[in-house]
């Protein structure tokens, strides 16, 4: 059956009702998520010994990387919406701040992972390896490493497109924009460089943890489970590069239902990772469970605490 003829059946547009549930559900979870990520990031910068250890600073460098990821993903979706087409430039701005996040991520997860290897298999020399000061070197390099595909396209759509595009309006999604064939060449090529090198020392680090000392054998057990975590974040990093796959799939698949299918696979491309990650690390953590007990503990404390003192007034005052 030809997938041109089925595709003219289907709505383009939600109704009001289902689009204002759509933007509602998914500002809900921004903002929960969000919310769940800033307490780690205030729990980490309230604490000098999260502050001063490289493991904790690439993990929080990864939730304020998701906060950041999670924000303009959900604010293109509203916009969507609200809005349908933005300025080229605005978006341009938005969507370079998607690809530097989305990249980062992975990086980052093979930063952590070499930090575990250095800490069970070079135990005595990990202190002075990985240092606080090297860690925000590295975090540097990530953004660095992250900018490098997307500069040479901003580049190059400032030479072909012109000025006029620039102040035009637009659906913005990265093909739109960087509509140049040679950039969607380079950017599926760059995407499976990136991937594959990330995957390369995962799988470095996680055998040659697995066959180190068995006077670490505790901690080599404890790094082997976290890079295996590394490595299920990653998957689920993977669904941003095969979203357009899964959307023609689903679309051959279920043709009837193409505005239904899209919304379910953005949520699981761009929302659902970033709630597995702090429920992955931060709260698999004891270390960041005992921090964070302690925290809420305090906020408990101090909603409770005026209303006591309040009570306590009235009976001196009687």
Not at 5 to 29: E, G, M, P
Not at 225 to 231: F, R
Not at 294 to 318: A, H, T
């Amino acid at each position: 059956m030809n997938l041109s003829s089925n595709v003219t059946t289907i709505r383009l547009r939600d109704t009001f009702a289902t689009a204002v549930t759509k933007n509602v559900v998914v500002v809900a979870l921004c903002i929960t998520i969000n919310y769940i990520n800033g307490t780690l990031v205030h729990t980490f910068l309230r604490n000098r010994i999260f502050t001063e250890n490289p493991r904790y600073i690439l993990y929080i460098h990864m939730v304020f990387n998701d906060i950041i990821q999670l924000t303009i993903a959900v604010l293109l979706h509203v916009l969507s919406y609200v809005l349908f087409t933005i300025n080229v430039s605005f978006c341009c701005f938005l969507l370079m701040l998607a690809v530097f996040t989305t990249l980062n991520t992975p990086l980052n997860l093979a930063g952590m992972a070499v930090e575990r290897y250095v800490a069970v298999c070079n135990p005595l020399r990990h202190a002075q390896i990985c240092t606080a000061r090297r860690t925000y070197a590295l975090i540097g390099l990530i953004w660095l490493l992250g900018a490098v595909p997307i500069l040479p396209d901003l580049f190059v759509l400032l030479a072909t497109e012109p000025r006029a595009f620039f102040h035009s309006r637009i659906f913005c999604s990265r093909d739109s924009v960087f509509r140049h064939p040679y950039l969607v060449e380079k950017k599926n090529i760059s995407h499976m460089v990136y991937l594959s090198l990330v995957w390369l020392t995962l799988v470095y680090t996680y055998f040659k943890i697995m066959f180190a000392a068995k006077s670490a054998k505790s901690d080599a057990k404890k790094a082997r489970n976290t890079i295996l975590l590394h490595g299920a974040q990653l998957l689920m990093c993977m669904f941003t590069y095969i979203g357009p796959l899964l959307d023609s799939l689903l679309v051959y698949i279920f043709p009837m239902f193409l505005l239904e299918m899209r919304f379910t696979s953005y949520v699981i491309v761009h929302i659902m990772p970033r709630l597995a990650s702090p429920i992955i690390y931060g709260l698999r953590d004891q270390a960041f469970c005992k921090y964070l007990k302690k925290y809420y503990q305090c906020c408990k404390c101090n909603v409770v605490q005026p209303s006591e003192n309040m009570s306590s007034l009235k009976k001196i005052s009687k």
